[in-house]
């Protein structure tokens, strides 16, 4: 029997791709408290009924998007948080297909994780970042403890590696990506070696 997830009609995603486009044109352009529904339903060329079809309201449709961004990037980056033999490579590879996710929707993350009116997608990035780093920390320290590590509490050593990688993200992005994914990870790794 298969148990895979119904499919969506292609119509319903047609459509909510073009809100989000049209979204994404908007927020380059004001401040998401100028965004009305009828500003963005004319900018996705639909009517406003079309858009309540699919969302509440425009906090509801961010969230959704949020929600959409972070599947994204668990489907892209393969996470097994369960994997007790992870490896420092393991950990390398899963912040190149990140970085290179980033790159590949350069236009979406520029604007909503640059923009400093839509937190929801910058916090929702965060706890993604946060829940890797746990899951990696907590099977570091099950491995073997470094003495120094030792001394940090856990706590801190989240909110500062968490913290790290997205701002460094963020900066990237604002700086209109002047290094390649792969140079950016091997970068990062470095600093967080030291």
């Known amino acids: 029997m298969n148990k895979s997830k119904p499919r969506t009609d292609p119509r319903v995603l047609r459509t909510r791709q073009l809100i989000k486009n049209a979204m994404i044109e908007l927020l380059q352009e004001m401040d998401i408290e100028k965004i009305s ?3 963005l339903a004319e900018r996705a060329t639909i009517n406003r009924v079309t858009f309540y079809l699919h969302y509440r309201d425009i906090p509801d449709m961010l969230e959704k998007m949020a929600e959409d961004m972070i599947q994204d ?3 892209t980056m393969k996470i097994n948080w369960d994997n007790a033999n992870s490896t420092e490579q393991d950990d390398f590879l899963l912040l190149l297909s990140l970085l290179e996710h980033t790159q590949e929707h350069a236009k979406f993350y520029k604007v909503i994780l640059s923009s400093k009116q839509s937190t929801v997608f910058t916090d929702r990035l965060l706890n993604l970042i946060t829940e ?12 073997d403890t470094n003495q120094s590590e030792e001394n940090i509490p856990r706590e801190i050593s989240i909110w500062y590696g968490s913290s790290a ?9 604002r700086k ?3 290094y390649t994914p792969l140079y950016l990870a091997k970068q990062i790794t470095l600093l967080r070696s030291r």
């Open 37 to 39: 529904v009828n500003r």
């Open 176 to 178: 209109d990506m002047p």
């Open 73 to 75: 990037i668990r489907q």
């Open 165 to 173: 990688v997205i701002g460094t993200i963020i900066a990237w992005i």
């Open 132 to 143: 890797i780093i746990s899951a990696r920390l907590e099977r570091r320290k099950s491995d």
